[in-house]
């Protein structure tokens, strides 16, 4: 049950982030949640490592939440800076 709810908390950062920072990323909602799993390592890692605020193992933690989107965030735009929008390349 904590994998099913981790994979949740993936989809729904991944979907917060593309809110936040619109445009055209690939991905659909595998892409989506894929994006929210790793943004939410890579907001984990970064707050533990840099800020000294771990984070909690509870998917429902505020400070879990703010680091999934914020990792998701980062992540959206590591993406348009080396790809741009490469669904308008032909």
């Known amino acids: 049950m904590v994998i099913v709810s981790w994979i949740i908390l993936g989809l729904v950062a991944g979907v917060i982030a593309k809110i936040l920072l619109p445009g055209r990323d690939p991905g659909g909602l595998i892409g989506t949640t894929l994006t929210g799993i790793v943004g939410a390592f890579l907001g984990g890692w ?9 984070i909690s193992k509870d998917p429902f933690d505020f400070a879990t939440w703010v680091a999934a989107i914020g990792g998701s965030l980062i992540l959206l735009i590591v993406y348009r800076l080396f790809f741009g929008n490469s669904r308008d390349r032909r």
């Open 46 to 54: 970064i707050s533990t490592r840099f800020l000294d605020h771990p």
